[in-house]
T-cell receptor, first 114, second 113 residues
Framework: EPEVTQTPSHQVTQMGQEVILRCVPI?????FYWYRQILGQKVEFLVS????????KSEIFDDQFSVERPDGSNFTLKIRSTKLEDSAMYFC????????????FGDGTRLSIL | GQQLNQSPQSMFIQEGEDVSMNCTSS?????WLWYKQDPGEGPVLLIA?????ELTSNGRLTAQFGITRKDSFLNISASIPSDVGIYFC?????????????FGTGTSLTVIP
């Protein structure tokens, strides 16, 4: 069964550095998402992306964050000038373009900011 | 932001017992979903519900979409040790832009053999 893949599985970065998290959504899906989950807490929506542009974003997704679909398969989340509180699991998800189809999640990237 | 209240927060049950958890919201959703998350992994979809009143089963799991569209429950019958994990509900509103999901606060399930 096709799945969403994320790399790396664990990223350790110094505070203040930029980090790029990568996702390969399921190939025929049209909507893409990033979520964050701080350890022990619920999954929080960051941003949704459709037709090569951001369709919605949460208050968490400030100017520090950006997303990009640089080619036909990858979907990236960039965090500029990382802060300690950015440490979390980051999940990518995708869903087809029709109807109420649910999102399918990747296994996440654990981001540790030192 | 949108708040989905999920209860109970945690459950400790004996193997073989049935489990029930629910999710409520102050807002209406078009779709309710239930996910299970194992440690270090992403949420995995268990059941998706698309119509108010809908009752759907997936093996030992049964979920219902509340009539008011503001709530949903998940039941697990005859629990087994591999049911251990965190269960999240999620609500979705469908729009032209593929709206965001809102996740519940999670129910941590521990099954004692």
């Amino acid at each position: 069964e096709p799945e969403v893949t994320q790399t790396p599985s664990h990223q350790v970065t110094q505070m203040g550095q930029e980090v790029i998290l990568r996702c390969v959504p399921i190939s025929n899906h049209l909507y893409f998402y990033w979520y964050r989950q701080i350890l022990g807490q619920k999954v929080e929506f960051l941003v949704s992306f459709y037709n090569n542009e951001i369709s919605e974003k949460s208050e968490i997704f400030d100017d520090q964050f950006s997303v990009e679909r640089p080619d036909g398969s990858n979907f990236t989340l960039k965090i500029r000038s990382t802060k300690l509180e950015d440490s979390a699991m980051y999940f990518c998800a995708s869903r087809p373009g029709t109807g109420n189809q649910p999102q399918h999640f990747g296994d996440g990237t654990r981001l540790s900011i030192l | 932001g949108q708040q989905l209240n999920q209860s109970p927060q945690s459950m400790f049950i004996q193997e073989g017992e049935d489990v029930s958890m629910n999710c409520t919201s102050s807002s209406i959703f078009n779709t309710w979903l239930w996910y299970k998350q194992d440690p270090g992994e992403g949420p995995v979809l268990l059941i998706a519900l698309y119509k108010a009143g809908e009752l759907t089963s997936n093996g030992r799991l049964t979920a219902q979409f509340g009539i008011t569209r503001k709530d949903s429950f998940l039941n697990i019958s005859a629990s087994i040790p591999s049911d251990v994990g965190i269960y999240f509900c999620a609500g979705q509103r469908v729009g032209n832009t593929g709206n965001q999901f809102y996740f519940g606060t999670g129910t941590s399930l521990t099954v004692i053999p």
